[in-house]
């Protein structure tokens, strides 16, 4: 038992813990969703959950303690993460700033833009407009390289184009963040969207993980073990 515990504490010390759980159970969800098992994993996200301290009650499914609740948690830690870079980080340098805020908005806004101009005829369509960017980061590679090639900002130290390129590659994982969008943007009755909206998803991200791992096996610097 006590090497059991020993083996647990060494792999949560990893720095590539926290993805490797996330992807297991990404994995995990997905097979319980569609196989024979998805009728204990609705019964699952439906379990109600109910909080009252006196007349104040919230009485929601499992699910949407997840969509509104840890959500809401999530970006609130996100938030105050980036608030300790720009003030005693990475990002309280003023001239390291201009390179993420160039992903941000080439990642971001380009790709909503994008899905509008072709769906632009589709209302309902239309209101999965912030889906690609949460998973689209060619953009933002672009807007990088443009950034760079115009001296507005300049490369870290230690980063080549490659790995620039694989890291940015990996950003294209929007698996969670897409699914939530889309769940929220589109009807969940209309099975066509639904379906349409995961599996483009699902795709996009494996993709997105496979190019980001072999991009970046082979442009990082090999170590001795």
């Not at 059991?4 to 159970?25: C, D, K, N, P, Y």
């Amino acid at each position: 038992m006590g090497r059991v515990t020993l083996r647990i504490s060494e792999f949560m010390q990893l720095e590539s813990a926290g993805g490797i759980l996330l992807m297991g159970t990404a994995a995990l969800a997905m097979i319980l969703a569609n196989t024979p098992l998805y009728v204990f994993f609705d019964l699952f996200i439906a379990t109600p959950v109910h909080i009252k301290i006196g007349p104040l009650e919230i009485a929601k499914p499992l699910l949407l303690w997840v969509n509104d609740g840890l959500m809401a948690t999530f970006f609130f830690l996100v938030g105050l993460e980036l608030k300790r870079e720009l003030l005693i980080g990475e990002l309280s340098d003023k001239s390291k700033i201009t390179l993420p805020a160039l992903g941000a908005i080439g990642g971001m806004a380009i790709p909503a833009l994008i899905f509008i101009v072709i769906n632009i005829g589709d209302p309902e369509a239309l209101r999965g407009w912030a889906i690609p960017a949460a998973t689209d980061i060619a953009f933002a590679l672009g807007f990088i390289w443009l950034g760079i090639k115009l001296k507005i900002s300049t490369m870290p130290e230690g980063l080549s184009w490659g790995s620039l390129y694989g890291m940015s590659a990996l950003c294209g994982i929007g698996f969670t963040m897409s699914l939530f969008i889309g769940s929220l943007a589109f009807d969940q009755t209309v099975m066509q969207l639904v379906f349409d909206e995961r599996l483009g998803v699902v795709i996009g991200s494996m993709a997105s993980g496979i190019f980001g791992v072999v991009i970046l096996h082979k442009t990082l610097p090999k170590t001795n073990s």
